[in-house]
């Protein structure tokens, strides 16, 4: 018996990086998994490896910073698998074209970034919720940022959605408390997926002395994995951690340890 049989899963930005490896340990634990995405030969690949685990999967290509791909994603979880019992808002965008101060910064760039980083969760918690309350429960969880915590140069827009999406998650864990539905986020630091190998590869760097030129700012010495941050994310979804909402889970390797810590990426987590 998987720990998420007869659970419904909502997976954001669910084909890769974090979100694949969250997609695909829910589905070894027996759930059963939408995996959210507008790539859709990754999202496909993802569900197709779900063939042999316990749990099944549905991919919905769909763009998580708009109210009807949001609305789309949930409909067709809903039809497909009867309800939701467990959102992971994982997407998150971080373009490398981003990287400027806030007066350099194009309007239509910090409008992507907050909408789908940020409005995402408000949109997907909006149409998740009324199916957790009539299940009697949820569980909702994001991944935030350490850059939502502290923060580097360049980096308005993400850091900023970072900081709403704890925010929010506070917000959404009293308002909907007394529906039985916790709500909780991740910190993850630099972990390596492909939104930070694209960002060094945009920087001309090479991408394994970039990874391990990011692991040194680490505590730990390394960078982290997408399976790393997957692993708290089942424990937060999960009955063992029953008695937690409102709280994030700094998934770091010490970073957030050193105090002023930001010398090289940041927290990519796509």
Same mark, same amino acid.
């Given at each position: 018996?998987?720990?998420?049989?007869?659970?419904?899963?909502?997976?954001?930005?669910?084909?890769?990086?974090? *979100?694949?490896?969250?997609?695909?340990?829910?589905?070894?634990?027996?759930?059963? =998994?939408? =995996?959210?995405?507008?790539?859709?030969?990754?999202?496909?690949?993802?569900?197709? %490896?779900?063939?042999?685990?316990?749990? +099944?999967?549905?991919?919905?290509?769909?763009?998580?910073?708009?109210?009807?791909?949001?609305?789309?994603?949930?409909?067709?979880?809903?039809?497909?698998?009867?309800?939701?019992?467990?959102?992971?808002?994982?997407?998150?965008?971080?373009?490398?074209?981003?990287?400027?101060?806030?007066?350099?910064?194009?309007?239509?760039?910090?409008?992507?970034?907050?909408? =789908?980083?940020?409005?995402?969760?408000?949109?997907?918690?909006?149409?998740?919720?009324?199916?957790?309350?009539?299940?009697?429960?949820?569980?909702?969880?994001?991944?935030?940022?350490?850059?939502?915590?502290?923060?580097?140069?360049?980096?308005?827009?993400?850091?900023?959605?970072?900081?709403?999406?704890?925010?929010?998650? +506070?917000?959404?864990?009293?308002?909907?408390?007394?529906?039985?539905?916790?709500?909780?986020? =991740?910190?993850?630091?630099?972990?390596?997926?492909?939104?930070?190998?694209?960002?060094?590869?945009?920087?001309?760097?090479?991408?394994?002395?970039?990874? %391990?030129?990011? *692991?040194?700012?680490?505590?730990?010495?390394?960078?982290?994995?997408?399976?790393?941050?997957?692993?708290?994310?089942?424990?937060?979804?999960?009955?063992?951690?029953?008695?937690?909402?409102?709280?994030?889970?700094?998934?770091?390797?010490?970073?957030?340890? %050193?105090?002023?810590?930001?010398?090289?990426? *940041?927290?990519?987590?796509?």
């Amino acid at each position: 018996m998987g720990q998420f049989d007869n659970k419904t899963v909502i997976v954001t930005g669910g084909a890769l990086g974090i *979100g694949g490896a969250a997609s695909l340990a829910f589905a070894r634990e027996g759930g059963s =998994v939408t =995996v959210m995405d507008v790539n859709t030969l990754a999202g496909a690949a993802t569900v197709a %490896k779900m063939a042999g685990l316990p749990g +099944r999967g549905l991919f919905v290509e769909a763009d998580a910073g708009t109210s009807e791909g949001c609305r789309k994603t949930v409909d067709a979880t809903v039809e497909a698998f009867g309800g939701v019992d467990i959102l992971f808002n994982n997407v998150g965008i971080q373009p490398a074209a981003s990287y400027m101060n806030a007066v350099d910064l194009p309007e239509e760039m910090w409008d992507r970034i907050i909408d =789908v980083n940020l409005k995402s969760r408000f949109l997907m918690a909006k149409y998740c919720i009324p199916h957790m309350r009539r299940a009697g429960g949820g569980v909702i969880i994001s991944s935030a940022s350490v850059q939502g915590l502290q923060s580097m140069p360049g980096v308005s827009a993400y850091a900023a959605s970072k900081g709403g999406d704890l925010s929010l998650m +506070r917000q959404l864990s009293l308002d909907f408390a007394a529906d039985n539905i916790r709500v909780l986020a =991740v910190n993850p630091g630099t972990i390596e997926t492909p939104m930070v190998k694209a960002a060094a590869e945009a920087a001309g760097e090479d991408i394994g002395q970039a990874l %391990k030129s990011y *692991g040194k700012d680490h505590p730990l010495g390394r960078v982290g994995q997408p399976e790393e941050i997957a692993e708290v994310v089942l424990f937060l979804a999960s009955d063992r951690a029953s008695f937690m909402t409102g709280e994030s889970v700094t998934v770091d390797g010490g970073m957030m340890a %050193k105090g002023a810590w930001a010398g090289g990426a *940041g927290a990519d987590i796509d």
